[in-house]
């Protein structure tokens, strides 16, 4: 489904330099959904002594926090930037703030569940917002999908996006509705398609080049998945999530159907404001299947 180029270094506390402009740290947090943990992003600037930036600080885990502040090697942190609220991607921005005095960027989500409520940007995010060091800035792409409050950021000078949770290195990302939305996710998706990229530097695993093919890998994915959702109502009409989970993600572990759960009812929410499927008392059913065999 994705490409990943033969970058394979994923030791905690250790600073692989992917360009000459970014390295990466990744966090002691491996695990089912996170994968090797999670990466956070270091891009310095022209200048041996400039300023860095961090993308997705990662948790709140001392033993990170002390290797991000190695990784500086005396020069100054600007600035942190964050995809997005989770609590494996952006709780160190606090500490970091707390210890330097950065500014932290990035979007709050209105949803409380799975959210890090000590994350406070000092510069809220929109469709306008360019970070600027010396020789690179980094755009803001607001991509609500995964988490309404999800944002790629686009390093220019390399043709370089850091995806957060959008797109990850080597499985696709869980929605999780209500705050995430898989027609946004798509939408999203559509996006990235038109911009002119070389290489995506996920929040968990390895960096991916080929980015067309791998978006369109994802899409295609997704699109797969929901037509599968339907082909399962339409010989098991009328079933709840739980029961819908074990025939729509059979490929997937049951250890994991508690997760793939939240992405079968993303799609479902999507199926259902598109008027393909309905819900009646937790259960979902399947809208005139004999008109949707060919649409979908």
Not at 161 to 190: E, K
Not at 212 to 236: F, P
Not at 240 to 258: M, P, R, W
Request: with cysteine.
């Amino acid at each position: 489904m994705t490409s990943a180029s033969t970058d394979q270094t994923f030791s905690p506390g250790e600073l692989t330099q992917l360009t000459p402009r970014i390295s990466r740290l990744v966090a002691p947090n491996a695990g089912p959904m996170t994968g090797p943990g999670t990466n956070t992003y270091l891009i310095k600037g022209a200048g041996p002594n400039d300023p860095v930036t961090v993308v997705d600080p990662g948790p709140a885990l001392e033993a990170h926090v002390v290797a991000i502040m190695n990784a500086l090697d005396g020069r100054q942190l600007q600035a942190v930037l964050v995809t997005h609220t989770h609590r494996d991607h952006s709780p160190a921005a606090s500490v970091l703030h707390e210890r330097l005095g950065m500014a932290r960027w990035g979007r709050v989500s209105h949803y409380a569940q799975f959210q890090d409520q000590t994350f406070v940007p000092d510069h809220p995010v929109d469709e306008s917002t360019v970070v600027v060091g010396n020789g690179y800035r980094l755009r803001a792409v607001l991509t609500p999908g995964h988490a309404s409050n999800h944002v790629c950021w686009y390093l220019e000078e390399e043709r370089a996006l850091f995806t957060g949770d959008h797109i990850l290195g080597t499985v696709s990302p869980v929605i999780l509705p209500p705050d995430g939305d898989m027609r946004d996710y798509l939408l999203s998706m559509d996006r990235l398609k038109a911009m002119p990229l070389e290489h995506l530097f996920p929040g968990h695993g390895p960096v991916l080049t080929q980015p067309a093919r791998v978006i369109e890998g994802l899409i295609r994915h997704r699109l797969a998945r929901e037509a599968k959702i339907v082909r399962t109502l339409r010989s098991m009409d009328d079933v709840t999530i739980a029961e819908l989970v074990i025939v729509v993600y059979a490929d997937v572990s049951a250890d994991l159907h508690q997760w793939a759960s939240y992405s079968l009812h993303a799609h479902l929410l999507k199926l259902s404001h598109e008027g393909i499927v309905e819900e009646r008392h937790s259960r979902w059913r399947l809208l005139q299947p004999e008109i949707l065999g060919s649409q979908v």
